[in-house]
């Protein structure tokens, strides 16, 4: 594997005082990681447990550079401010659905060994592969090292959870000898063709075309197997409907809680005396996600998310990231002259417990 080794550069931080932004040299900012620091030692002591070498954790992180652009943009996540309209617009051009299925056209053997050992379809892969990277064209042009010691040690709530991140980080680099500050991902510090955080590259990557390496950085075939694998670990039910159409009023009834990530626990009967009635022929008791999304003219489209639709959002906790993807997997279907009625089955209903 060929990584590209950046150049240390200078830490900066910028502050912003009285419309005045400052730079503070590599100097001022070195402490930021000190391994000799409390919280910092306490992280070298815990990788070093892990069978990595210490001199090595030490000098990994005294390459470590501080970015605010980091913390910035946490709080910028499309997730957050975008409707269903404006959110499905980003993801389901023309443009990504043929990429797409010329993706899995140029993996065909990769995507079938996947679909046959995990169950899970090859435009669900492949629509999560262009949700996260446009089939690994767009990886993250930050320093994952910079991005998650920055979050780990100055995120004012979630630095215990970036902590775990940069731990695993540093011990798949170990394990790969792979220079830690030469990998590039977001700003989350999620990394290759999948963009999976350290800890579910460590827990679900698989070597799946066998040449020794779990590489998600730029080894496609590792990549796919490595999703199916995924959803497999998340209990993706080969087959199952994804979710179901529905019918409802013009304005969602305050009574059902609509796009929580959770697993589906409102039964179908209960939606139906809020005047929401499913398109499929289903039992009164099953259990849906309910989701009510907004269109581009101001009309609302109901669907039920089955447990299908649960595991994608363990990818990504938003019922609109969920939905993109299950939108885009159908576009790739259709341009593949694919039958997929397995998205929204109408009729009986398959699924059975895992």
Request: charged share 25%.
């Amino acid at each position: 594997m060929t990584v590209t080794t950046l150049p240390r550069g200078r830490r900066a931080l910028i502050l912003a005082l009285g419309g005045l932004v400052f730079w503070m040299s590599a100097g001022a900012s070195a402490a930021d990681f000190d391994p000799r620091r409390g919280e910092v030692r306490a992280l070298v002591d815990d990788v070093a447990e892990r069978g990595v070498d210490r001199d090595w954790l030490e000098d990994a992180l005294d390459r470590a550079e501080f970015r605010q652009e980091v913390l910035d943009a946490m709080s910028g996540a499309a997730e957050h401010h975008l409707v269903w309209h404006e959110y499905r617009d980003i993801f389901l051009g023309e443009e990504r659905i043929a990429q797409g299925a010329a993706f899995i056209d140029a993996h065909r053997e990769a995507f079938a060994r996947a679909e046959d050992e995990y169950g899970v379809p090859p435009e669900i892969i492949a629509a999560i592969l262009g949700v996260e990277t446009r089939y690994g064209k767009i990886t993250g042009d930050h320093r994952v090292l910079d991005s998650l010691s920055t979050l780990a040690f100055h995120h004012p709530r979630r630095g215990a959870f970036f902590r775990d991140e940069l731990a695993a980080f540093l011990e798949i680099a170990f394990q790969q000898e792979v220079a830690p500050e030469s990998i590039e991902g977001s700003y989350a510090g999620a990394m290759g063709y999948p963009q999976f955080i350290p800890t579910s590259y460590r827990a679900y990557a698989v070597d799946f075309d066998g040449d020794g390496h779990r590489n998600l950085w730029t080894d496609p075939v590792d990549a796919i197997g490595s999703i199916g694998n995924y959803f497999a670990e998340h209990h993706w039910r080969a087959g199952a409907p994804i979710y179901h159409e529905a019918q409802g009023p013009a304005e969602p009834p305050e009574a059902i809680r609509f796009n929580e990530a959770r697993p589906p626990g409102t039964r179908l009967a209960e939606l139906e005396r809020a005047g929401i009635v499913s398109e499929a022929a289903l039992p009164d008791d099953v259990d849906v996600m309910p989701l009510a999304l907004d269109m581009a003219d101001g009309t609302v489209r109901y669907r039920l998310g089955r447990d299908n639709f649960y595991v994608i959002t363990r990818y990504n906790h938003s019922y609109l990231y969920a939905m993109a993807v299950t939108e885009l997997a159908e576009a790739i279907a259709e341009a593949r002259g694919r039958q997929a009625d397995w998205f929204t089955a109408t009729a009986a209903d398959p699924e059975e417990s895992p």
